[in-house]
């Protein structure tokens, strides 16, 4: 009997300083990563937000969330990956509840 998979909500901040293309390029390396390992109810780019404190010298960043289903496996290697990514500032994972 295979498990079904659970709903969780995914958002993530690009540095902006990075330039349009490169943000788009995160964009789209992030929810092609989703997609492919899960199923993607909605994703919505709020685009440019100003932050409450400077982070990393920076004052804005592009934000992005994405409502997916997933095995839970895979939240970890998504994790994994908003780490070691250059050019991203903030990221978090949560899961929703049924």
């Given amino acids: 009997m295979a498990k079904a998979n659970a709903s ?7 540095d ?7 943000v788009k390029g995160l964009v ?11 199923e993607i109810a909605e994703v919505k780019e709020w685009g440019v937000r100003r932050f409450a404190y400077p982070i990393d010298d920076a004052n804005e960043g592009y934000y992005v969330l994405v409502e ?3 095995p839970a ?5 998504l994790e994994r990956v908003y780490h070691i990514t250059e ?3 903030r ?8």
């Fill in 28 to 38: 789209e390396k992030f929810t092609s990563m989703i997609a492919a390992n899960g």
């Fill in 8 to 14: 969780y909500e995914t958002i993530f901040v690009a």
């Fill in 91 to 98: 990221a978090i994972t949560v899961k929703k509840e049924d």
């Fill in 73 to 77: 496996a895979f939240i970890a290697e």
């Fill in 68 to 70: 997916f289903s997933a």
């Fill in 16 to 22: 902006l300083r990075l330039g349009e293309e490169a």
């Fill in 87 to 89: 050019g991203l500032m």
